[in-house]
């Protein structure tokens, strides 16, 4: 078990990718901010699978979190990572500074906007979110040049916003999309998972089950897409949650058809101060969950 080097400055990586060039080797980014659950470490033995090096990078991008998100609250704990990722077998961590990436301060940031994919859902309710990731993806693909990138399916609506800024900016970069790991009894991997007190925690598979409840409902046949998605909300409402979004979409984000074969379920509900999000694609004569084709991006 070996600790993966830690690299925090540009001009490390920039050394680095002359050796691995020199070497013909490739490398496949898992970027996170760290905190690093199961979830995380699925990305990377993905990514393992995918090239013949793996960085994680751990990075608290400000620019992703609103004025009263979590930013402050959100827990950094790089020796446990480091440890983790050791066990995993990463070969590489780049955690940066705020000023290593952002040297002239937030405000003095170009910004990268996606436009389409990036509106609604999450894009609504946490204005300027995904331009902060948009931002903070493509200067981490700028930075270390990776060859592949694997993100997260749960956060289904980034995984889109990256695909399409990849495409978009003429990334050559494989953007790869990993099931979402999940609880014994259904709550997606998440960070946030730990703010939620144990009456929430008890309450909070209740989202993926509300998901697969819809899920079944468009399995045999129904397609009232306001109808369910109404009856979803009221019933997240009466196990607790405070919903904040609920929606059927087509697998590319758009509206979603009553004669198309496959669609995403997309929640987002808060319990108590804490939002979680989940989704679930629904493809109709699928012999399982396929999530985001990545030789199909959206
Ligand atoms: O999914 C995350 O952890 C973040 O949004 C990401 C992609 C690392 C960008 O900061």
């Not at 270390?144 to 916003?161: I, M, N, R, W």
């Not at 409902?217 to 904040?244: I, K, S």
């Not at 379920?265 to 108590?272: H, Y």
Request: proline share 6%.
């Amino acid at each position: 078990m070996t600790t993966p080097q830690l690299i925090t400055r540009a001009d490390e990586l920039r050394l680095l990718r002359q050796q691995r060039d020199k070497a013909q080797k490739t490398l496949a980014l898992v970027p996170t901010m760290g905190n690093l659950h199961a979830g995380h470490l699925s990305l990377v033995e993905t990514a393992k699978t995918l090239a013949d090096q793996v960085m994680v990078s751990i990075f608290v991008n400000p620019l992703q979190f609103g004025p009263n998100e979590d930013f402050d609250a959100y827990p950094r704990t790089l020796d446990a990572d480091l440890a983790r990722l050791a066990e995993v077998g990463c070969d590489l961590v780049f955690a940066p500074s705020a000023s290593t990436l952002y040297p002239e301060g937030q405000n003095h940031q170009t910004r990268v906007l996606v436009p389409q994919v990036s509106e609604g859902l999450c894009g609504s309710k946490r204005p300027g979110h995904f331009e902060g990731v948009a931002t903070v993806v493509s200067k981490l693909f700028n930075l270390t040049q990776p060859q592949v990138a694997c993100f997260g399916e749960k956060d289904y609506q980034q995984l889109s916003v990256i695909r399409k800024l990849t495409q978009d900016l003429n990334f050559p970069i494989q953007i790869v999309g990993v099931p979402t790991c999940r609880d014994a009894d259904g709550l997606a991997l998440s960070s946030r998972n730990q703010y939620l007190s144990s009456k929430e925690r008890s309450i909070a598979p209740g989202l993926f089950a509300t998901l697969q409840q819809t899920a079944a409902a468009l399995t045999t046949g129904n397609r009232q897409f306001h109808h369910l998605e109404e009856d979803a909300r009221a019933h997240l409402a009466e196990l607790g949650f405070a919903p904040d979004y609920y929606e059927i979409r087509a697998l590319d984000l758009t509206a979603p058809k009553v004669d198309a074969s496959a669609w995403v379920i997309l929640a987002a509900a808060f319990l108590g101060k804490t939002r979680l999000i989940d989704n679930l694609e629904v493809r109709l004569c699928d012999s399982g969950r396929g999530g985001q084709d990545p030789s199909n991006p959206v």
